[in-house]
DNA sequence: GATTAGCAATCAGATATAACGAGTGCTAAA
DNA sequence: TTTAGCACTCGTTATATCTGATTGCTAATC
């Protein structure tokens, strides 16, 4: 669609303006390596993009800013997906080799890695609990009234919850609850610890309501609830121009405040390894002024969660994505 | 030191300046109905205050402002601290019977009700770990080199965490371990897990370093790991004229992301029941144009760990000292 | 002696005006 | 097709002026 040097213009373009946060006028442009022609030359080249709407004004007698749709078609088309320098590999997988033991510390070292390579605020969410199947559940008698459970899902992942109940209950009980338990569970997805199987127990088990209720509620509760949500280099933001803007900065805050709506982000459609959303695209319109990219890790092939960068439209794209993508693939790489 | 209508004054000029966040003029003092005076009598108490150091100008021609010791000597001399109605009464109450199944999560909803009633930002801090004895650790295998230590605390705290091991081993171990852990940990403090422990045990037992190593190394991570921080409405802060400056907004976003330090701010110091720390009275360089309260809260008798408010100097003492003093008492009177 | 009315002085903040300069669009020449 | 040239636009910055809230002080009053 566009020609080859129009293409250059605009990719200039962007470049220019993620780097310097300016408005970028023609003789800037000109001394460009790819551009050896005069600033009037560029000139009507820009004239042409703006009238194509790949490009902005800030006012009548401005440089150029890249529109939404300018952003999208050097997401799309112009950049290099492969920016990421030798220390930079180095330093991420050192981090990733960090020993774990509970896979969902990788999470969060991850998180911290992106947000310290690229400077942008970075947030994830643990795997969701869907299409998760039951290994094994275990109770431990904790005290007289006082058991807990832990559940051992086929990708490694665990849950523990404890669960207290108004009357003593004893080890051999507790006994016949895990082999019950096991027995009615195993290789069953997460969900079907819900009503029915409490009715099902009550009626197979001699034990009343007061003690297959509790342990039901409970394990209910700990598998729906909210999943962890990790957060790092909100300040980092605060140091990007646009928000100097009080308006901006509100609304970033109030984004990151609000656990349900990054949640959202962090869930909303996947069509790609890695998915880039530019203002408008996003579906939340309090991100409207803000470009999120986001993507699902794995751990070998164990879903991981979702990991994502929230920046301004001026985001570096090229850096953001080539490091993604390296994250991506030493992850799927990684042996647990 | 103060005679009683300079007090009036201010008191007066506190809480109008922590209202309207705009500097108090003597005119506007006149409609105070404890101020029954010309603005020229108030003028001249003004003055007076001025002179010893309770009040200040933005400039030659402005209204005054509370210096620091102005609000030292209001919240010290001058408050009330039943502060509360009783609808804010009957919401607190609701939401602290909430039924919990772990005792930390009343600390969280305590976060959120305090950022709720007071519309300022809340930080929270679980209980340190130190003091603590050991009232009985449980080991559970979770796979053939996978295991779950749990430990139960005589505050009814409880940490587990998941040891993984080299090579393989079975029940008949983790029954020995079991025993000889108890054997040694019962009514211990916590850090008596640590190296000399562990080569007490290695001597004592025929299991290898490979066993009983990791299992120690663990434990100690989960016993020592930054303890959760809980944070409630950051961006009730940014609705504050005085969060229109960019410094100060700046300035607070790195403190919110700076766990290290929100833990440093909820462990100074604890004289009294609730601290307040005015602006360059706080510890921490990045505080001084805030003020801090905190408070250690128990359930029962059990420490609970700290609840802090940090909002701008010109903050509502009094309603937050109030709230906080109802919910500690609350608290306190509560069983578990 | 304490209180108050009156008034000049002060100064931040709002409003008005002018000068500056980066950058554009367009025309005509190369 | 490219480029030089130039009038024009408009945000930004600097400067000056005006406004109004508030003070400090003096002298009159209670």
Do not use: C, W
């Not at 005069?38 to 703006?50: C, G, H, K, Q, V």
């Not at 492969?82 to 997988?93: C, G, R």
């Not at 439209?313 to 799927?332: A, E, G, P, Q, T």
């Amino acid at each position: 669609m566009l020609d080859d040097r129009k293409k250059k213009v605009l990719k200039a373009i962007v470049e220019e303006y993620i780097n310097t946060a300016e408005p970028v006028g023609s003789i800037a442009l000109t001394q460009n390596e790819d551009l050896k022609y005069s600033s009037a030359t560029i000139r009507n080249e820009m004239a042409d993009l703006e009238k194509s709407g790949y490009l902005e004004k800030t006012h009548t007698s401005s440089g150029r800013i890249p529109s939404e749709k300018g952003y999208r078609y050097y997401v799309d088309e112009l950049l290099k997906d492969d920016n990421i320098s030798l220390e930079e590999i180095k330093y991420i997988s050192e981090k990733l080799e960090t020993k774990v033991n509970q896979i969902e510390d990788l999470t969060k070292i991850t998180t911290t890695t992106i947000s310290e390579i690229t400077h942008y605020t970075t947030l994830a969410i643990g795997p969701s609990t869907q299409d998760l199947l039951i290994e094994e559940i275990k109770f431990v008698l904790l005290g007289p009234r006082m058991l807990m459970a832990i559940i051992l899902t086929n990708t490694g992942m665990i849950k523990e919850t404890i669960i207290k109940f108004e009357e003593d209950i004893n080890e051999k009980q507790v006994e016949t609850i895990n082999y019950m338990f096991n027995q009615k569970l195993k290789n069953q997805p997460l969900e079907i610890i819900d009503v029915p199987l409490e009715e099902y127990l009550i009626n197979e088990m001699k034990y009343s309501v007061k003690v297959i209720k509790p342990i039901i509620e409970q394990i209910k509760k700990v598998i729906l609830q909210d999943r962890q949500i990790y957060l790092e280099g909100a300040n980092k933001s605060f140091d990007l121009p646009e928000f100097n803007s009080l308006t901006v900065a509100k609304n970033f805050v109030n984004i990151i405040d609000e656990k349900d709506l990054m949640t959202d982000i962090l869930n909303s459609g996947f069509a790609k390894d890695i998915n880039v959303y530019i203002g408008d695209e996003n579906e939340k319109e309090e991100l409207k002024d803000f470009s999120v990219i986001t993507f699902k890790h794995k751990v070998g092939d164990k879903d991981m969660g979702t990991i994502g960068i929230i920046g301004p439209k001026r985001m570096d794209y090229s850096k953001v994505i080539s490091v993604m993508k390296y994250i991506n693939k030493k992850l799927k790489d990684k042996g647990i």
